[in-house]
């Protein structure tokens, strides 16, 4: 059975110098944070690639944000179905028990599961196809996705436009469960999408009407 091994020391470096100075700048908000509880007003579903950094993104602080990270930022359809799903009990625990106020979906420009979803859906990625394949099975989700893009003839553009069905899709999917519609429905939560491109910094707003997305 393999062992964990110690942290590389690249790591320990940086911990001892956040110890320092972030945290003993901030020691009474840290410890405030411990003993009261985390009550974020917002929950944020994105993508696990480490270019997307979304506090820095967002200006946020240590209890701004409850962070979620999956490949390609997908929230699947409710499915009760007694089985473990982690984003689903993220986003539960988000709404039902921290109660947050606005839940937003976060894609980005150059995503690697998007375009891994894109290859399995056009039958050139035999590894993805397999029933085996953990991130196939879960960029399954994307597919209606991806039928919606197949009439664009451009490669790069129909890239693109598959990563803001990512988002869309995970939106719509929130929208079918329960929880949510009742906490909508009680303007208790607010939804939104988001996309973020990497190279130029800039980050779009996906419309009202679920599609199509604008500049913040």
């Given at each position: ?126 590894e993805l ?30 890239l693109r ?56």
């Open positions: 059975m393999p062992l964990a091994r110690p942290l590389p020391s690249f790591l320990v470096n940086r911990y001892h110098g956040w110890r320092a100075t972030t945290y003993v700048e901030n020691k009474s908000w840290f410890r405030r944070l411990a003993k009261d509880g985390q009550r974020p007003p917002m929950m944020v579903i994105a993508c696990c690639d480490s270019r997307v950094n979304v506090t820095t993104v967002f200006g946020a602080q240590s209890g701004d944000i409850f962070l979620h990270r999956n490949i390609a930022n997908l929230v699947p359809p409710y499915a009760p179905d007694g089985d473990p799903h982690g984003t689903s009990a993220a986003v539960e625990y988000a709404v039902r028990v921290l109660k947050v106020s606005h839940l937003i979906v976060m894609g980005h420009s150059d995503c690697g599961g998007v375009q891994g979803c894109h290859d399995m859906c056009a039958g050139t990625s035999e196809q397999q029933p085996t394949s953990f991130i196939g099975r879960w960029l399954e989700i994307l597919r209606p996705g991806y039928e919606r893009v197949t009439h664009i003839e451009d490669p790069q553009e129909r436009a598959l990563e803001k069905e990512a988002i869309a899709t995970s939106i719509d999917n929130l929208s079918g469960f329960p929880f949510i519609t009742e906490a909508i429905e009680n303007e208790d939560l607010q939804l939104h999408g988001v996309f973020f491109n990497i190279s130029e910094g800039e980050l779009e707003v996906l419309a009202e009407t679920g599609r199509g997305f604008a500049p913040v």
